[in-house]
C-alpha cells in the first residue's frame, strides 16, 4: 500500500487521476491540495466524486505533504509545480510530475518557450522523460518523472521507431495534432466557452505551442539528430481524444507494410500500444490508457495517425503507469 | 424570374440550396425531384421546409425538366448526374452540376478514381469548374458548370493564388482537411452514425478520396505544372464546417507578410473571399458563402489555414453564386 | 430607411440581431454600443462580422445614441436596460428592449424575481408585451416594445390558445423546457465552460428561473386567472434551440384532434408559426423565426411540444418582427 | 471463476458489459454471439476491443452456450430473447436478460405493448425484476433475471421509496426524460444519423413507448396501488446519460427536507445511489454505475431529478451488479 497526495486537484487531470487511483488496489490517496479554493471536500469541487473519496481540499506546504504521503503527483502548473518539487524532493518522497518543468534538458530553451527562468535549472538534463515504451529502464529508480505532454505523447510514439530505425528523415517532420476541449484545462476562457468552440473546429498557436520543443527533443534523440517538427495543434468540439497525424519522408523507398512492421516489431511487448492496420478513431481509446497508431505511405511520404485520451495516456493514465514501475507493481494495474 | 428545377432534392446540398433559394428575389422553384421516394411533399423528407415550399418531390424524366425550368441544379451522385445531364444539354436548359462527373478534363483520370467510364467523355475538358475567384469569365455564358466539391474548394482558394506567383513548390504540398459530418452526406452509414462519430474524430480514406485529382487537376493548371497533392481527409463531430491545413515549400526564402499579402491581392475584389490575420474557425463562416483564409511562415515551411461551410460556399452557396453570374443576377444575391 | 443603433452589442442575441438587420433592405446600423471593451471594431469581437459590419464599438450616452437612431434595440442586462431606456424615451427613439426590465406589469413582482428595485416602475404595466401572435395591435404605434424572453416564447405560443378557450385548466400547469447553451449568454461561467456541459444534461433553477412570473403573467391573462406553473428549464449540449414540453389538465374530455385544430385555428394567419402533426425537433426551426407547435392527449393529460430558435424566435427574430411592425414594413421582411 | 457467455454481441450494451466484466477478477468471458455477422473477431466489430479480447462472434445453439458458460447474459431483442432463454433455463444456466421479455408479469399487457403474443407466458410473474435496490433478496438465488431498461431504471428510484411511503399520490405522475443517443441503439436510423440528431432535442414515442408498462408496474407495486404514469421520452444530443425529471402530487404538505430525507433513508445503505442536495447533471454519473437523485418542492408539487448511464446502471452495470448477488461476489465488484 502507498500513500498517495496530489496537488493541485481542482483541474481534470487530479480529477481523473483520482478516479484511476480509485481503482488501483495497493494505493491509499492521503492528500489533495489546492491553493485557492479553501478547504471544501473534493466531491464539491467535482461533483462525479460523491460517495468515491471523502477529503477535503487542503493547502499544505511541501513539509506537510512529505509527512503524509510516500509519493506525490504534481498537477499544478508550470513554473509552481517545480517550486513544490525541488522541496519535495530533498524528502525521501518520490514525484511523478504533471508539468512541463522537468521535461526539457536545456534551461535555455525552458525559457524561451515558457518566458521564465527555470525555478530548478541544475536538475534539467538528469530527470527521466517518463515514457515507459522508450525509458522504461530509467523510470523504475526515478526520485522524479517528468510525465509526457499529451500532444508528444501521440507524436512521439508513431514517429519515434521510425526514426530510430532511419527510416524516415529527421527534417521537415509535420505533427497536425487534433484534440477535445479538455486539454486546454478547467479554467475559463471564451475559446472553451460552450458556444464558441462546439460546431466549430481551429488551428491554435501554430508554430507557438509549447509542446513542440519537448516533441523536438525526445525526437531528437531517437533520430540521434537534430528535429524540427512544424507542430500544428487543432482544436475540436468533443470533451477527450487526440488524434495525430504526421508527414515525414523516407529515408529510402519503403512500403506500407515496411512501415507497419517496424511499429509493431518496436511495440510487441508494450501492454498499452496497439499498432493496428485499419485507421484508428480516438473513441477507440477514449477511456482507455492505450495508444492505437497505424501508418501509411501515400505519394512517396509516410504518414502515421496515433490516437489516445488526452487526459489518460496523455497524462494521468501515464502517470500511473509511471508510478507503477516505480514501486514495482504491475505496469497495468488500475489501467 | 428564373424557373429552377433541382434534381435529386432529399439530400443535404438539396435542402441547403433550397433554403438560399427562397431568398432569392429572382427565382422560382417549379420542380424537386427524386428517384426513390414516391410523390410525398418535400416537407416531408425535410421538416424545416413545412410553410415554405409546397412542392411534392417528383420522378421527372429530363425532357419533362427541361420543359418546366429554366435552370437545373442537379444534385444527383456522381454517374446518374451526367446521364441526366446529357438530355438536359440537347435543350436549351442550362445546368449547374453538384456531382463530380464534369470537373475533371481527362476520361481516364475519372474512371481511375470513381471505378467506372464515364457517360459523356467527350464533354470533359471543355467544362468549366465552377470557382468563380479562377474562372468567372469562363462561367457566365456557360451552359453547364461543374460545381466544385467542398474539398477541393477548401484546398485550392488558399494555394492557387501562391502557386500562380511561384511562391510555392508544386511538390509534394500536404493537405489535412477536417470536416463536419454533413459532408458525408444523408445515406446511412456506420460510420455517420451518431454513437460512432461523436465525440470522436477519424481520418478516412487516406491517400484514395476522390476529391484528390480534382485538387490536383485546379492546382495544376494555377501552377501550370503537375501537382500531386498528399490529402489526408478528417471526420470531426459537428455538423458542418472544414478547416484545411496546408503545408508547402516556398521556393525561396519568404516572409509571412508576404504570403498574406499576396493572398489579399489576389482577393481583394471578391466577394466571398475573406482573408484574415487570425486564425479562423469554422464557425465564422457556417451559414454563409465566406471563405476564411490566412497564412503562417513555420520553420521554414508555409501554412495556410482555410474555412468554409461545407454545405454553402463548399457546394450550395457556390451553386447560386455560380447561377447569378449566368444569368446576370448580382454575384451575392441571397448569399 | 431606418436607422438603428444597437446596445449591449457583445453578446450572442446582439450577434444575430446584426445578423439579420444586414439582410434587411430598409435598414442602416448607425451604432453598436458596449460598456466596456474600449472601441475596437465590431468585427473583431464578433469574427463572423469580418467585411460585413464596418463599425466600431463605442460607449455612447443616451443622448448620443438618440441623435444617431430612429430605433434603438437594447441587449443590455436586466437593470442596466431600463436605465438607459428611461432617457431614451425622452426623445422621440423608438426602443425594443431585449431585457426583462419592461416585461413585468407589477414592480414588486419584478423586485422580488430580480432583486433589485426597478427603476422605472411607473411605466410598468403600460409597455406591450412584444410577442405580434397575442399583441399585435399594440405593438404598431408602441414606443417601447418588451421583446419577449426566449422560455416565454415557447411557452406562452402553445398555452395561450388553450387557455383562451378554456380548453385546459390554468391551475398545475407544467413547463418542461430543454434549451441550448447560447441562451446563457456569453459571460464565462464554469457551468458553460466547454467541458463541463458538453455531453450532460442538467436541470438548473427548478422553481427559481427569472422567466417564472413572466409566463404566469401572460398565461395569466390569457386564462383570464391566475396562473403559476411549475416551470423547470434544463440544460442540453447544443449551441441553439428550445424545445419545451408542457402538460396541463383538460377541462373537460377533449381529444387530440380537437386540441390540435384549436391551435391550427388560433394560428391560422400567423406567418412564424407552424402547427404541426409530427413530433418536431428543434433543428426544424433553428436559423429561422418559425415556432413549431404540436400536442397529444396523453392519458388524459394535455401534452404540448413546441420547438424554436431562443436567439431568433425566442430573442433577435421577433424583436425584428416586432421593428417590422413598428415602422409598417411588412412583418416577415428579413425573416 | 464463472464462465460467461453473451449472447447479441454485436451492439452497445453488449460492448459495455465486456468492458465491464474485463475488469472483473472472477469472470471469464467464453463466448460471443451472433446471429447475423458470421464468425469475425468481436474486436473486428468493436474496435476498442483491439488487444482485450481475442474472442471471434459466433452463431451458437442455446444447447452449445450450456455447454460453455455458466451464466449467460442475452443482449438479444425482445422476442429473439426469450426464445433462447427457454432453452437455455431447461440446462443448470443461468441467465441476465437485457430485454424487456421478462419484466412484465402479463402476457396481456406484453402482446399490447410489444404487438407480439409472448413465447413463454407461463413463466411471466415469477421472474425476479433485476434492481437490486428493490429486489435484491429475490435476485440472489434467481436462475432468470429480468435486467430493467433505462427509463424504467430512472423514474423508479426517484419514485419507489416516494410511493411507498405514501408521500405521493399514485395518479397522474409526469415522468420527462432526456436520454442520450446511444439509448437507441446500433441499428442505424435516420433519426439518429448524426446530422439529423446533432444539435437537436426532440420528443418521441409520446404516450406510446414501452417502457411505460414497466414504470406502471414496479410503481404499482410500490405504491401498492395502480399507477399509469405520463411517460415523456427526449432524444439528446450526446453519447449517454438519462436524465429524468419527474412530478407529482403529495398526498399531504411536505417539506423539500421531507422529500430528501426520505430518499436518503431509504438508500443509505445501497452503493450505487446517490441522493445529493445539489441538481446532478448526467456528466456526474456517466462512466459509472451510480444513479445520482434529488427533489424538489415547488408551488406545492414534487419534483425529482434523476440521472444515471443508460448503458451502465441502466444496462450493463446494472446487469453485473446482479450478476454479483447471483453468484455470491461482492456486489460492488468490477463496478
Redesign the interface.
Known amino acids: 500500500m502507498t500513500k498517495i497526495a496530489i496537488l493541485g486537484a481542482t483541474g481534470?487531470t487530479a480529477l481523473e487521476l483520482i478516479k484511476i487511483l480509485l481503482?488501483h488496489p495497493d494505493v491509499e490517496i492521503v492528500a489533495v491540495t489546492s491553493r485557492q479554493e479553501g478547504q471544501p471536500p473534493v466531491a464539491m469541487i467535482h461533483?462525479?466524486l460523491?460517495?468515491r473519496l471523502d477529503l477535503c481540499l487542503e493547502d499544505l506546504s511541501p513539509a506537510e505533504v512529505a509527512a503524509r504521503a510516500e509519493c506525490v503527483f504534481s498537477c499544478l502548473p508550470h513554473g509552481a509545480s517545480a517550486q513544490r518539487i525541488i522541496h519535495l524532493l530533498d524528502t525521501d518522497t518520490r514525484v511523478v510530475d504533471f508539468s512541463a518543468d522537468y521535461r526539457l534538458d536545456d534551461p535555455e530553451v525552458f525559457a524561451t518557450w515558457y518566458n521564465q527562468k527555470h525555478a530548478d535549472p541544475d536538475r534539467l538534463g538528469k530527470v527521466v522523460y517518463g515514457l515507459p515504451e522508450l525509458f522504461r529502464d530509467r523510470i523504475v529508480d526515478a526520485p522524479l518523472v517528468a510525465n509526457p505532454g499529451c500532444y508528444p505523447t501521440g507524436a512521439i510514439l508513431p514517429l519515434a521507431p521510425l526514426l530510430k530505425e532511419g527510416m524516415i528523415q529527421p527534417q521537415?517532420i509535420?505533427v497536425?495534432a487534433?484534440s477535445?476541449?479538455?486539454g486546454a484545462g478547467?479554467t475559463?476562457?471564451?475559446t472553451?466557452?460552450?458556444?464558441?468552440?462546439?460546431?466549430?473546429?481551429?488551428?491554435?498557436a501554430?508554430?507557438r505551442h509549447r509542446h513542440t520543443p519537448e516533441i523536438d527533443q525526445i525526437l531528437g534523440t531517437a533520430a540521434a539528430a537534430p528535429v524540427?517538427v512544424?507542430f500544428?495543434p487543432?482544436l475540436?468540439?468533443?470533451?477527450?481524444?487526440i488524434?495525430t497525424?504526421t508527414?515525414s519522408q523516407p529515408t529510402a523507398d519503403v512500403s506500407e507494410e515496411k512501415v507497419l512492421q517496424t511499429l509493431r516489431d518496436f511495440y510487441a511487448e508494450e501492454p498499452f500500444v496497439?499498432v493496428?492496420d485499419?485507421?484508428?478513431?480516438?473513441?477507440?481509446?477514449?477511456?482507455?490508457n492505450?495508444c492505437?497508431i497505424t501508418a501509411?505511405v501515400?505519394?512517396g511520404?509516410v504518414?502515421t495517425?496515433s490516437?489516445l485520451d488526452n487526459l489518460i495516456k496523455g497524462a494521468s493514465g501515464a502517470a500511473v503507469q509511471n508510478f507503477n514501475l516505480m514501486y514495482g507493481y504491475s505496469e497495468t494495474t488500475a489501467l
Not at 193 to 204: D, G, L, M, Q, T
Not at 236 to 241: E, L
Open positions: 481534470y481503482r461533483p462525479s460523491t460517495g521537415g509535420i497536425d487534433k477535445g476541449v479538455s478547467r475559463l476562457k471564451l472553451t466557452h460552450y458556444p464558441e468552440c462546439n460546431e466549430s473546429v481551429s488551428a491554435y501554430l508554430g524540427e512544424i500544428s487543432h475540436v468540439p468533443m470533451d477527450r481524444g488524434l497525424t508527414y496497439r493496428v485499419h485507421l484508428p478513431g480516438t473513441k477507440d481509446s477514449v477511456g482507455t492505450f492505437d501509411r501515400i505519394r511520404r504518414l495517425v490516437c
